[in-house]
Each structure stands twice: as structure tokens, then as C-alpha cells.
T-cell receptor, first 113, second 116 residues
Framework: DAKTTQPPSMDCAEGRAANLPCNHSTISGNEYVYWYRQIHSQGPQYIIHGLKNNETNEMASLIITEDRKSSTLILPHATLRDTAVYYCISPPRSGAGSYQLTFGKGTKLSVIP | GAVVSQHPSWVICKSGTSVKIECRSLDFQATTMFWYRQFPKQSLMLMATSNEGSKATYEQGVEKDKFLINHASLTLSTLTVTSAHPEDSSFYIC????????????FGPGTRLTVT
């Protein structure tokens, strides 16, 4: 699976957009980028995923660069409830460990009032 | 979105006893479920992959005789921690993969195990 790199922490003012970057320079052509978040003492929550086109859903937007080596998760209007650890993951699509999610350290987003 | 439940949400047991944790996909069938463990201030670590009707595949370093996994139906997987020790105290989380239309996984709320 593609190795992903994220900043360890970020702060965001409540009501502003939170932009969380992720580098995945070794991603293969058929590997998706998935974003999950984990609020303290809860199971991770699926946010969004994409392959090469930008994606948007009710939770967030995902912007993937044209070369697919990096992406940005955007929470358009961050609230205090968005404080969590955000994980960017790109699981392998075939072979051993296919579809397995490997959780790194993620980015701890703190939304500040 | 797809819903995954876990039971119990927390459990306290004595050393040497066994504890069973259930993971259910409530509104979809999951041919593949995953079990993770998370120690305080650490990230999730995959323990095993559970496929319905077949033996689980364990990650390196996870004792299959200690962590028994059964995936007897398309909506239920169980993890039994046998002969529990205090070092098994952790947050256990399951996930279920949605096999049709997309590959995202949905996670249960987790089970906090404390072994005294």
C-alpha cells in the first residue's frame, strides 16, 4: 500500500475551513485515497474517498492533485465536533493485504472556539 | 451509511478468564470483517482479517490461539480473548468492508476491555 505522510497536528478556528494535507507519492494507478477520522474513544468514521477526480459529500471535499501524489481533505466550516485525528490511507487493491487499512499517526485537528 | 455495532461497549474481567466481543453489520452483509486493537495514545493496529466461512488471517505477532475469531455469518464476527491478562487491556475495534459498489470500511464503536 502507498505510504502516506500527514502533519502531526493542526489548529483551525471554528467556522473556518480546515484543510488537511496528505502526501502519497508512491500511490499506484488503481489505489484509492481514503480519509477516516477518529474522535476520542470512538471507532473511526469513514469520511470520503477518491481515485483521481475531486470528490464532495455532505461531510467534506477531497482534492487530489493531477499527478495523484498528494491530496487535501477540506472541511468547509469546521465545528468543535470536528476535533479528531484524521487519517489518510491508501490500501492496496490486490495481493496480500488487499483492502487492509494501515493506520499511521494521522493529523490531530483541534478546532478552536 | 452502513452501521456496525459492537457488544459489549466495555467489559471488565479477571485475569485468566475469557471474554467474547461481538461485531455485527446491521444493514448490510459483510464478507470481510477486520479486528483492530488500540492502546492509549497509539494508532489502530490490525490484528486479523475475518472472512465469512473461513479461518481468519492473523497479522504477525498476534497469537491466533489467544485471540479466537469466528465469522459464522455474513453479519456477525466474534473475537474471544482467551486467558486474558492485564496486558490485553485495550480498545478493540471491528470494521466491516462493503463489498459492492465501493470498498470503504465501516467501523464499530469499539469495546474497552480492562483485565484486572
Amino acid at each position: 500500500d502507498a505510504k502516506t505522510t500527514q502533519p502531526p497536528s493542526m489548529d483551525c478556528a471554528e467556522g473556518r475551513a480546515a484543510n488537511l494535507p496528505c502526501n502519497h507519492s508512491t500511490i499506484s494507478g488503481n489505489e484509492y485515497v481514503y480519509w477516516y477520522r477518529q474522535i476520542h474513544s470512538q471507532g473511526p468514521q469513514y469520511i470520503i474517498h477518491g481515485l483521481k477526480n475531486n470528490e464532495t459529500n455532505e461531510m467534506a471535499s477531497l482534492i487530489i492533485t493531477e499527478d495523484r501524489k498528494s491530496s487535501t481533505l477540506i472541511l468547509p466550516h469546521a465545528t468543535l465536533r470536528d476535533t479528531a485525528v484524521y487519517y489518510c490511507i491508501s490500501p492496496p487493491r490486490s495481493g496480500a493485504g488487499s483492502y487492509q487499512l494501515t493506520f499511521g499517526k494521522g493529523t490531530k485537528l483541534s478546532v478552536i472556539p | 451509511g452502513a452501521v456496525v455495532s459492537q457488544h459489549p461497549s466495555w467489559v471488565i474481567c479477571k485475569s485468566g478468564t475469557s471474554v467474547k466481543i461481538e461485531c455485527r453489520s446491521l444493514d448490510f452483509q459483510a464478507t470481510t470483517m477486520f479486528w483492530y486493537r488500540q492502546f492509549p495514545k497509539q494508532s489502530l493496529m490490525l490484528m486479523a482479517t475475518s472472512n465469512e466461512g473461513s479461518k481468519a488471517t492473523y497479522e504477525q505477532g498476534v497469537e491466533k490461539d489467544k485471540f479466537l475469531i469466528n465469522h459464522a455469518s455474513l453479519t456477525l464476527s466474534t473475537l474471544t480473548v482467551t486467558s486474558a491478562h492485564p496486558e490485553d487491556s485495550s480498545f478493540y475495534i471491528c470494521s466491516a468492508r462493503v463489498p459492492v459498489g465501493s470498498d470503504e470500511q465501516y467501523f464499530g464503536p469499539g469495546t474497552r476491555l480492562t483485565v484486572t
